[in-house]
């Protein structure tokens, strides 16, 4: 079902998402965007996209298993544990963008099959994601498209807003999205013709915007196969600083560490912690004994491109890469996720 | 897991007084890894001890932690016990919980914990000690003694006496420092130079002594038991074993200059012999008073000496050695009259300093015993002498008491009327401290005997006028100014350390107090020891002393030093620093901040020396990486202890 | 009305001078809060800036370093060192905004048993009014 | 403004006669107008190099990835790499001889003036263009910037766009260099350390809010320590996970490190590990800018490192990064060393 709200009325709807933790974009004086609870005043959806996705929201940054305690009585010693689950709190992200909201329904993927991530899923079932359609690309370096995603690609989302100018076409994808708009039905009215045929016009219109584009991004998985052992990772690596910043910010990276974090020894009290960890730190992959299969860059690279496009569509028929550009536009170094593929597709058999 | 034991001492009340050790053992009992815990009223007694033994023993124990006083008090006590039940002392740590806990707090309950605290952090790090054995170095069994006073020549004999290879090393030509300059001594006026000459005798006649007379050190390297020095032979140009003594080279010597020995009441040539009795006994050609070595400059001392003694051509030497000991006796100096503005900038011939007074009385000295005024060679009828001159005056001179002056002061008075019946003495003085034996009884024969007048008061101004030295003062027990014409004025001088002493202690790396005397390792309990080990003390270096102080420091220092020279090998505290090398960069900051220069950077990494170590730890907070840490107190350790200071 | 709030306070004391001072003060029978746990160390130029950090981190309300006068330190200039490294620190926590007070750094000889007690009390006094640090406590 | 041409003939010739391994240098990067870090290789890749304002890398962090590289490599190639410096590049360059990181004759310095000017802030860019996107900046002769849009050319005064560390430039040329291009133009600093007052006016309250609020943003994604070339440690200390093991590493060695910050970024954690790398870095820090241009969340954090720069000059007389003989700011003392904070 597709209806109209005016961008007057958006503030008043979320006001009746009372029983909701809301989330909109925020922007800093750097002009950077992320995802806040704010007030009224900042509920406004005209953003182009934020520094850090809302991966951050469904699969924090750090996460906490559980705490423990150790007691002691003479020589004996007991250790309590203690699990910690994510606390009930139905929650609203407004102006997720498609690609976002795709790397969220890959990610779903990733926790579920053999193993149901239990800190995942109880957030992303509490979550809902209103998309926001891009009219117009929010980074220069969007590839979307190239990755089997659009600018109002639908996967992952509750409920997908097209911006018709002073109001949205909102359209309901799940049983979730039709419960939100339930609260505040009055503030919408049922989308006439001519608004869906002006939605699909901007459609059509936005996926011309896209300036970059992936080539061949199918035949790329098949030709990396032979290239694990080619010189273009030292090559296309040698500028790399080994940061994460591509990988931290990507909406579908998803790698973590579990540590103990200890408080204090003695007695041994402290709490085990997921945080985000990524392949292209040094001690990724680092074994105890010293030996390090990954040891240089030029390998970090290739692992994180092989995921992304061999290992996760051998997985699941799908690119780990939803070509939301930021892992270019924010990279120190400028190392181009699309040149080095180019490359791949060049040298590739 | 570790198996630690906690032993708490109640110290009678001393610790039981203000923590209730029986809680704390209570608590330290549930602290992981503490698998016993017990207090007792003395653990340092023997029964004590025992306790530890037999705890180490049936229960396995692998550390132990003994709360009780200062480490400094009864560490090694309890690492003994430890030892002697099969446990590496360096299992056992001592957690200091008198002296930095009970005898510091009242109320019980809060001491109790901060005493819980303190344990437990001693707990966390002696579990993460490791095993270590003393790293030992061989010995170098010869010592060297710098300066050649009685204090010198006393630590010279008592080292070559007990079998021992020593350097003494003078700077002057002769041995003997000052006391050879005076006349006599308190509190028995017998002659200074009849006791002395035959211990320079027997210093220099020694076989174990070599004599560098005419020398300073030059540089010191190395450590304690291992010292190598570079000693700096100056030329005397003149060959003392054919020297005959026949004095002709002074006699047609033209240039005279003042006579150090005589304090300038006196002249001496360029080439000299410093005093009759000097050791060596031989001429010295002072090179800065001579025209020049050319024998076209001059040359008549050449030219007379038939024994060919004189040689223009003596270079100076520099002698390396290796001695496992040092000894620095550099005595002391008088204060400058020329400070004394009060008293004529000493510029008044008339106003002498105690050392100059000695010569006057001295039969050897410029008046042959006589006492005769500088100025005109009479007899003086009334002389004021001045107790505290630049001592005990922080405003103007030395805030310090230097000790002799009012035992010599006496000793003056006492001199002068035996010299001249019918004369005066006046002493103005602030207070007389005569604390020695004989001392007192010293004080009251000059007043009885010799009516010695005391004046209580400082002397204002001294000046000049017809002929006389008018001194102006206040009896401060009458409150009555007083005004003597005096006839001569001799100023009780404070000691200074001698001209010199500051640029050696640097070269030995010795710290100075603040009046400029060398420092002590501690001021009660180690006053003999400096604070670089294998270096000692004696004399006056250290601080103003009489002649039996400084002789019995000179023993003391001699025996100290004795107990590293008597080894065949030295034990070196094995807590030193030590580099994890796969995270070294070779920076080299480390070398650059060790004192020790006991860091070196090989081929891109660090090396210790493990011996030069002395474990101090700058270099662990100077590496940016943590590669190089000091073993037992690792920056892990600290970490934890830091932790269970601030648990709960 | 709540207990008067107690500041915990690590005092990192070198163990030729400040050690024994603290020591002296112990013998002197002297009396000052019980606020502070002592760390024995070498050297105050042993003390690493991150043990500082660290302490603050673990949840300490004042950090003290006390090493021998400049001149007097046992090896030689340890104390120097620390003086400028700390010196650093100092300006450092006070630039993110930690109070200047919580972090101090004194020189007390084996002979100021009498210094050493003055300088915990006023400590103690001047981080009463503070309250707890929490700026860099771990939660 | 040094013009690459000067150095590009240079740069043929070393690598024609194999005297260099490569040259580390800028080329325009795909998104077509900031210039990115390059590796040449070969004497025809010389005409990718460009020099241009927004050359803002400091690329002697490359250097330490080169001493990585030529530790593993059997038979090492010895010869020198050739490495285009600006001004403050050329310090990080001292402050590594001096440490001994590398030695003089392991690089070959192409050196490249700034003279009046220096390299562009993006984030002021973006503001001023609006959304228009650059194609192309270029340096007037009259001391403006130029800035080619689709929309046409539009000209600032370099002082409205000069990145906040070229406004309190030490070093506008290279004090260290083997051939240089453009002149050593003297300029005068009024206020070496004028961006802090503002920070220094504020409450210690304030500076903690202000400083709370920025940490609080940071994700610890290490870009900051990672783009510094002044951060070559095999293994930083807040890292106690990835002890540099070797074979012969002992278990108490490993078990010597320390966990000093948790891997979790909270507050707390975030700002132990930013003062540890704050006070690493002085007397070490050039003030290149690049750990604040390199974070994605815009954390100031060359407030920290500046902070320290100048507490090292103002208390100690110290200057970073001028001459390599110099021991570092925390290996040396003086006996005068300010002690007014000390009872």
Sequence with gaps: MEKI??????????????????????????????????????????????????????FPQNEVFLEFFESTDGNQETLEVKEILPGEEPTVIFGVRPCDARAAWL??????????????????????????????????????????????????????????????????????????????????????????????????????????????????????????????????????????????????????????????????????????????????????????????????????????????????????????????????????????????????? | MKRTGVFICHCGINIAGTVDVKKVAQELSQHPGVVHAEDYVYMCSDPGQNLIIQAIKNKKLDHVVVACCSPNLHETTFRNASTAAGLNAFRCEIANIREQCSWVHKDKSKATQKATKIIKSTVEKVRRNESLEPLSVPVTRRAMVVGGGIAGIQAALDLANSGFEVILVERSPSIGGHMIQLSETFPTLDCSQCILTPKMVEVSKHPKVRLMTYSEVEEVSGYVGNFKVK??????????????????????????????FDLGLTGRRAIYIPFPQAIPASYTLDIKACPGLLPIACGKCADVCDAKAIDYDMKPQVLEEEVGAIIVATGYDLYDKENMAEYGYGKIPDVLDGLQFERLCSASGPTKGQILRPSDQKEPKEVVFIQ??????????????????????????????????????????????????????????????????????????????????????????????????????????????????????????????????????????RPVESVTSGMFLAG?????????????????????????????????????????????????????????????????????????????GTCSATCLRSAIQVKNLSQNQVHEMINACLGG | MAEEFEPKIVAFLCKWCSSAGSDLAGVSRMEYPPNVVPIQVMCSGSISPLYIFSAFNKGAD??????????????????LYARRRLNLVKRLLEYVGLEPQRFQMSWVSAAEGTKYTQIIKDFVKELKPLGPQAKLRRK | ????????????????????????????????????????????????????????????????DEKRRKAKEKQPDTRPVGIIVKGCDSRAIVVLLQEKFINRNDVYILGVSCEKAGVVDDHKLVKKLKGKKPKKIELGDKGQFIISTDEGKIEFPVGELLAERCLECKANFPVIYDVLSGEKIKKTLEKPFG?????????????????????????????????????????????????????????????????????????????????????????????????????????????????????????????????????????????????????
């Design chain 3, 62 to 79: 004042g950090v003290l370093v006390s090493g021998c006068h400049p001149g007097d330190c046992h090896y030689i200039k340890g104390n």
């Design chain 2, 540 to 616: 006056a270096a250290q601080a103003p002393k009489d002649i039996p102080e400084a002789v019995a420091q000179a023993s003391g220092a001699a025996a100290k030093a004795i107990t590293i020279l008597s080894q065949e090998r030295l034990f070196h505290a094995p807590t030193v620093a030590k580099v994890f090398t796969n995270l070294c960069t070779g920076c080299g900051m480390c070398v650059q901040v060790c004192p020790y220069d006991a860091i070196t950077l090989k081929d891109g990494k660090v090396e210790i020396n493990e011996v030069l170590c002395e474990g101090c």
């Design chain 4, 1 to 64: 403004m040094a013009r690459i041409e000067d150095l590009k003939e240079e740069a043929r010739k070393l690598l024609r006669e194999g005297k260099l391994k490569y040259i580390i240098g800028y080329a325009m990067g795909s998104n077509g107008w900031m210039a990115n870090p390059v590796f040449i290789k070969k004497p025809e890749e010389v005409d990718k190099l460009i020099w241009d304002p927004t050359c803002v890398h400091n690329l002697t962090r490359f250097l330490v």
């Design chain 1, 107 to 349: 990610l779903d993927k990733v926790f579920s099959g053999d193993f149901t991530d239990p800190y995942y899923w109880k957030r992303r079932n509490q979550t809902i994601l209103v998309g926001l359609g891009c009219d117009t690309p929010p980074w220069e370096n969007c590839f979307c498209l190239s990755v089997e995603g659009s600018p109002y690609s639908e996967e992952g989302l509750d409920i997908l807003l097209t911006d018709l100018g002073n109001r949205y076409l909102v359209k309901s994808l799940t049983e979730n999205g039709a419960k939100l708009i339930q609260p505040g039905k009055a503030l919408f009215q049922e989308a006439n013709p001519e608004d869906q045929k002006k939605a699909k016009t901007i459609q059509a219109e936005s996926v011309k915007k896209i300036k970059r584009q992936l080539k061949n991004a199918r035949g790329i998985s098949a030709k990396l196969k032979g290239m694990f052992d080619s010189n273009i990772w030292d090559e296309e690596s040698m500028s790399c600083i080994r940061c994460g910043i591509c990988t931290y910010l990507c909406p579908s990276c998803h790698c973590f560490d579990i540590n103990d974090e200890v408080d204090s020894t003695s007695p041994l009290e402290g709490k085990r912690v997921r945080t985000w960890d990524t392949c292209q730190f040094p001690d990724f992959t680092m074994h105890s004994s010293g030996h390090n299969p990954r040891p240089e860059k030029a390998s970090r690279l290739r692992q994180r491109l092989f995921h992304k496009f061999r290992y996760f569509v051998e997985n699941y028929d799908k690119f780990q890469c939803v070509g939301c550009g930021r892992c270019i536009s924010l990279c120190p170094v400028g190392i181009d996720i699309i040149k080095v593929l180019d490359k791949v597709n060049e040298h590739g058999t």
């Design chain 4, 195 to 343: 961006s802090l007052e503002k920070i220094e006016a504020l409450s210690a309250e304030e500076r903690w809010n202000f400083w709370k609020a920025e940490l609080d943003k940071c994700i610890r994604c290490y870009a900051c320590r990672s783009v510094c070339p002044m951060c070559y440690c095999d293994e930083c200390v807040i890292d106690s996970i990835n002890m540099a093991v070797t074979a012969d590493t002992s278990a108490e060695e490993k078990a010597q490190k320390i966990k000093w910050v948790q891997r979790s970024p909270e507050a707390s954690e975030n700002f132990v590990y930013h003062l540890v790398r704050a006070i690493h870095l002085g007397g070490r820090c050039i003030d290149c800018g690049e750990c604040e241009r390199a974070c994605p969340l815009d954390i100031p954090l060359r407030f920290l490192n500046k902070k320290l720069e100048k507490e090292a000059q103002e208390l100690f007389g110290y200057e970073v990064g001028f001459d390599p003989a110099q021991p570092s700011l925390i290996s040396c003392f003086k006996d005068d060393d300010p002690e007014d904070f000390i009872r």
């Design chain 2, 231 to 260: 000693i700096l032979k100056k030329p005397t140009y003149v060959d003392k074993d054919k020297c005959n003594l026949c004095d002709e080279c002074s006699i047609v010597c033209p240039v005279v200059v003042p006579n150090e």
């Design chain 2, 388 to 525: 505290c001159s630049g001592s005990r005056d922080p405003e103007n001179h030395c805030a310090y008491c230097s000790k002799i002056c009012c035992m010599y002061t006496i000793k003056h008075a006492m001199l002068y009327k035996h010299h001249v019946h019918d004369g005066q003495a006046y002493i103005f003085y602030i207070d007389i401290r005569s604390g020695g034996k004989g001392y007192e009884e010293f004080v009251q024969r000059a007043v009885e005997e010799d009516g010695v007048l005391y004046l209580r008061g400082k002397v204002s101004k001294i000046f000049e006028e017809n002929g006389k030295v008018k001194v102006w003062g206040v009896d401060t027990l009458t409150g009555k100014p007083i005004e003597i014409d005096a006839d001569m004025v001799v100023l009780a001088q404070a000691m200074r350390p001698s001209k010199g002493a500051q640029e050696l202690a640097k070269k030995l790396k010795l710290a100075l107090d603040k009046d400029g005397f060398l420092s002590e390792a501690h001021p009660k309990l």
């Design chain 1, 5 to 58: 709200l005016t961008k007057k009325a958006l503030p008043q709807w979320v006001k009746t998402l009372t029983s909701y933790k809301v989330y909109f974009p925020k922007k800093d004086q750097e002009n950077r965007w992320n995802y806040l609870e704010v007030g009224a005043e900042d509920m406004n959806l005209d953003f182009l996209n934020t520094t850090l996705p809302p991966k951050k929201l469904l």
